[in-house]
């Protein structure tokens, strides 16, 4: 959301849809305009992720001025869906040298596609500087990054289970329906906190809480959709755990916070009004994701289909 400053400067009553950090941005006919920036809680990561991430979006505005966030969306979700079946079917490979081969081009692919997620909002915040008619950031930010979020998740989830199922690793199967059915519950506890006002780390508190952070989960099933075992060690299963531990402890922590002792709210009305709307279809995304797995369960170990 923009701001001129020069016109609301006798009395500037600020609560944006964004939040509530104030950065002076550019110079338009003596008219100062700055951006609201996220009033939510924001991760060292991405505060580190911001000091490249927004030349190149720059420099990729320039060489692509047609180039919108719905383009990075698309492909990000149309990289990680290739990267996810180009996985799957690389785990069913008997050739190890073939498989190791394979291995480092398709995971390369899962990581930029999904670092097009860091683009995508740089971008829609860049052409809101130009055209603050041009883009719904509200829109933008929370129902179609929600909605890339889940499809990149679901994709890779399926991969997994399907290569874990292929390989006889019931253990690997089990877990990683666990790890994609407690994923939404975490983004759900997280949205519910902060729709009560409540500032909840980006990153969590601890190492525990990271891994059932959209972060966490996204590097722990980036390495285990590509690399389910490493020299015969299960390392699909450890992430999927590290993913479930993470969730349920964040699931805890955002349940207690939001039902505990009533505290005055820290975050603006429209931050928790965008909270809330997250939570809706955080809601929607865990009925999904429930039906997924249940149609691969049956699919696979009721009816037998097998994908060699």
């Known amino acids: ?94 050739n190890a040298k073939e498989k190791n081969s394979d291995a480092w081009v398709i995971f390369t692919l899962l990581v930029c596609s999904s670092l097009l997620d860091g683009l995508d909002g740089s971008l829609a915040r860049l052409i809101a500087i130009e055209d603050p008619d041009a883009i719904d950031l509200l829109f933008r930010g929370t129902v179609l990054d929600s909605v890339a979020d889940y499809l990149k998740e679901m994709v890779m989830f399926a991969s997994k289970a399907v290569s874990a199922h292929e390989r006889n690793d019931r253990t690997g199967e089990i877990l990683s329906h666990l790890s994609a ?78 039902v505990g002792e009533t505290k005055e709210a820290v975050l603006s009305r429209t931050v928790r009004n965008k909270a809330m709307l997250r939570t809706r279809l955080h809601m929607l995304y865990a009925i999904l994701t429930v039906l997924l797995s249940l149609f691969l369960w049956f699919n696979q170990n009721r009816y037998g289909t097998t994908y060699r």
């Open 181 to 258: 059915v407690s994923s939404p519950l975490s983004s759900l506890s997280r949205a519910y906190a902060e729709a009560s006002g409540k500032v909840v780390p980006e990153i969590g508190d601890n190492i525990v809480e990271f891994f059932g952070t959209r972060t966490g989960r996204t590097i722990c099933s980036t390495v285990a959709t590509v690399f389910p075992e490493l020299s015969d060690k299960p390392l699909q299963s450890l992430c999927d755990t590290l993913i479930i531990t993470g969730n349920v402890a964040n699931v805890l922590k955002n349940t207690v916070s939001s």
């Open 1 to 94: 959301m923009l701001v001129n400053v020069t016109q609301a400067k006798s009395n500037l009553i600020v609560e944006p849809i964004l939040g509530g950090t104030l950065r002076m941005l550019k110079e338009k006919e003596n008219a100062y305009f700055v951006l609201i920036g996220p009033e939510r809680s924001e991760s060292p990561i991405r505060k580190l992720g911001a000091r490249f991430i927004q030349p190149l979006t720059e420099a990729m505005h320039r060489r692509f001025p047609y180039l919108t966030p719905t383009h990075l969306n698309i492909l990000g979700i149309a990289g990680v869906s290739l990267g996810s079946l180009l996985a799957a079917r690389h785990n069913l490979k008997v």
